[in-house]
C-alpha cells in the first residue's frame, strides 16, 4: 500500500498562486509516475500534470500548460504543483495521484485538497 500526504490547497484570488506537495509513504517500489488530478462540482475528474518517475517527463492538461509546473523530489517521495497565475476555473478539489507497475500495482489516491479561486 502507498499512503499519500497532501498539503497547500486553499483560497487565493485570481492570478494568484499556490504550491501543492504530496508526500508518498509505505510501498513505494514501482512507482511509474506521480501525478495531479482535480474535481470541480458536477465535472469528471480530469488530469492536470504527470512526471514520470524513472525519466522526469512530464505532461499538462492544455489548460494549465504555461501555468502550472510538476516536479518531484525523489530523495522525500514527493511531487510539487506549482500553480501561477490562477483563474476561476481552477477550482475544484486536486487529488495526488501514484501509478505503480510493480509490487501492488494500479491507482493510488490522496484524500484531495482544495483549491478555490476568487475573482
Known amino acids: 500500500q502507498v499512503q499519500l500526504v497532501e498539503s497547500g490547497g486553499g483560497l487565493v484570488q485570481a492570478g494568484g498562486s499556490l504550491r501543492l506537495s504530496c508526500a508518498a509513504s509505505?510501498?513505494?517500489?514501482?512507482?511509474?509516475?506521480m501525478g495531479w488530478y482535480r474535481q470541480a462540482p458536477g465535472k469528471q475528474r480530469e488530469l492536470v500534470a504527470i512526471?514520470?518517475?524513472?525519466?522526469?517527463?512530464?505532461n499538462y492538461a492544455d489548460s494549465v500548460k504555461g501555468r502550472f509546473t510538476i516536479s518531484r523530489e525523489s530523495a522525500k517521495n514527493t511531487v510539487y504543483l506549482q500553480m501561477n497565475s490562477l483563474k476561476r476555473e481552477d477550482t475544484a478539489v486536486y487529488y495526488c495521484n501514484v501509478r505503480k507497475i510493480a509490487a501492488g500495482q494500479g491507482d493510488y489516491w490522496g484524500q484531495g485538497t482544495q483549491v478555490t479561486v476568487s475573482s
Open positions: 512526471v514520470i518517475n524513472s525519466s522526469g517527463s512530464t
Open positions: 509505505g510501498s513505494i517500489f514501482g512507482i511509474y509516475a
